[in-house]
């Protein structure tokens, strides 16, 4: 089974990150996706197979939720970029970027993107679980 610690280093050479300066606010997003997609799913661990999908729902997350961050904007190819997510939409770059942060609609949205991904490890409860 995977934990958060797999996913931080996969975060950081996909965004390029020369540091762990980001490493607390990242950890945060992982952090939240871990626990949205166990109760998507219904699951308490999750399998190997969703490293890779937790990480880019985490990447996904972040560069939606912080447009303004420098190191993430570097990521989506500067002024020429537009990352959309759902509804949510970010064009241009850098500060001048007119997304505000939308944590929690942000992050609900990058789920239900990656439903597809997900749907094979969804478990079925029977009543209420405690």
Not at 42 to 53: A, G, H, W
Request: hydrophobic share 40%.
């Amino acid at each position: 089974m995977i934990t958060a610690a797999d996913v931080w280093p996969i975060i950081k050479l996909r965004l390029g990150l020369a540091d762990d300066a980001l490493q607390p606010l990242i950890e945060t997003y992982i952090a939240e996706l871990e626990r949205r997609i166990k109760h998507y799913c219904n699951i308490s661990q999750l399998p190997d197979e969703l490293l890779f999908v937790w990480a880019s729902m985490t990447i996904d997350a972040a560069r939606v939720d912080l447009p303004n961050v420098t190191e993430i904007d570097e990521t989506v190819g500067g002024q020429a970029a537009n990352v959309n997510v759902g509804d949510t939409s970010s064009s241009g770059g850098g500060s001048s970027g007119g997304l505000t942060n939308t944590s929690k609609a942000a992050i609900d949205q990058v789920v239900f993107n990656y439903q597809a991904d997900l749907n094979h490890y969804r478990r079925m409860t029977w009543g209420r679980r405690r």
